[in-house]
Nanobody, 127 residues
Framework: QAHLVESGGGLVQPGGSLTLSCTYS????????VAWFRQTPGKDREFVAA????????FYGDSAKGRFTISRDNARNTVWLQMNSLGPADTAVYYC????????????????????WGQGTPVTVSS
């Protein structure tokens, strides 16, 4: 069964940068938009960013605007989340997910839009 795998998380100092990867193991990756979320203990998953199936449209949550950049390479079945100017509030487990519908994108997603989730990749911003 096809699935998405997040990677690239780790420990970074405040003000630093990190790039997360989201790799899809299935087919037709280029037909689907992908969204990044993050979650801290006791809180709901928060929408971070989304990119359309061909990469022509991108959307960001308020916490990501101006600091994060989402991009993709369909030939590599991968979506990246470049994160800059990180602060302690960015500490979370980051997840990616694929829009259930092909050639469709929302400007903002809810976690309820997706049926299942991967393991995520943890990001800790601390000195």
């Amino acid at each position: 069964q096809a699935h998405l795998v997040e990677s690239g998380g780790g420990l970074v100092q405040p003000g630093g940068s990190l790039t997360l990867s989201c790799t899809y193991s299935g087919r037709a990756f280029g037909n689907y938009s992908v969204a990044w979320f993050r979650q801290t203990p006791g809180k709901d998953r928060e929408f971070v960013a989304a990119i359309s199936w061909a990469g022509g449209s991108t959307f960001y949550g308020d916490s990501a605007k101006g600091r994060f950049t989402i991009s993709r390479d369909n030939a590599r079945n991968t979506v990246w989340l470049q994160m800059n100017s990180l602060g302690p509030a960015d500490t979370a487990v980051y997840y990616c997910n694929r829009d259930p519908n092909p050639h469709h994108i929302y400007s903002s997603y809810l976690s309820e839009d997706f049926h299942s989730w991967g393991q995520g990749t943890p990001v800790t911003v601390s000195s």
